[in-house]
């Protein structure tokens, strides 16, 4: 089993809609967990870290399953520019530890 | 605020041939990253570099070879290039091994011939 699973899509979604993507991690040590989203032919950015309580910034909102070891990522009124590939990220601690990426979700919003 | 700065961006290489690829950032960033992405693979380490003056091997370090020159640049070489290092090479930097607030170079996308 991969460390880190992603489904990798793609999801053609319409502007406007919501779609959400799920990862799943298979070292229940995990501590640390993120969003990175990459555009197409260009370096991977930061989105947005993903804690216990869930967070939101804006338009999108993380969570975190620990019992279920997945994370999710929720895009709300999906915009063009919205289209990109996510990768979730996963560390086993703060320490050492190099964090796994996954292998990405694409995304696709069309007019 | 350069932020990672790598080069080349583009280069082709026959087999056999050796190349270095440079990284460098500016942020004050004690770990460096070498990564390589193929379609369908995702991101894969090669090597890091946890702090100035250590050099460990990630998931993909054959056919590698890394140099942590001081605090802001960290190369790698390939010695012998083969196809099957046809692929785009990113670096990336953090403030400490293990914080996920990687800052990733623009990628140099290499072609083995």
């Known amino acids: 089993r991969k460390e880190v699973e992603q489904d990798p899509g793609p999801f053609n979604v319409p502007e406007g809609a919501t779609v959400a993507f799920n990862c799943t991690y298979s070292?229940?040590?995990?501590?640390?967990f993120f969003w990175y989203r990459q555009d197409c032919r260009k370096e991977p950015k930061l989105l947005m870290s993903?804690?216990?309580s869930g967070n939101e910034d804006g338009r999108f909102t993380a969570q975190l399953n620990r019992a279920s070891q997945y994370i999710s990522l929720l895009i709300r009124d999906s915009k063009l520019s919205d289209s990109a590939t996510y990768l979730c990220v996963v560390s086993a601690s703060g320490g050492s530890y190099i964090p796994t990426f996954g292998r990405g979700t694409s995304l696709i919003v069309h007019p | 605020n350069a932020g990672v700065t790598q080069t080349p961006k583009f280069q082709v290489l026959k087999t056999g041939q050796s190349m270095t690829l440079q990284c460098a950032q500016d942020m004050n960033h004690n770990s460096m990253y070498w990564y390589r992405q193929d379609p369908g693979m995702g991101l894969r380490l090669i090597y890091y570099?946890?702090?100035?003056?250590?050099?460990d091997k990630g998931e993909v370090p054959n056919g590698y070879n890394v140099s942590r020159l001081n605090k802001r640049e960290f190369s790698l070489r390939l010695e012998s290039a083969a196809p099957s290092q046809t692929s785009v090479y990113f670096c990336?930097?953090?403030?400490?091994?293990?914080?996920?607030?990687?800052?990733f170079g623009s990628g140099t996308r290499l072609t083995v011939v």
């Open positions: 070292n229940s040590a995990s501590q640390s």
């Open positions: 990336a930097s953090s403030e400490w091994a293990g914080t996920v607030g990687y800052t």
């Open positions: 993903v804690y216990s």
């Open positions: 570099s946890a702090s100035e003056g250590t050099t």
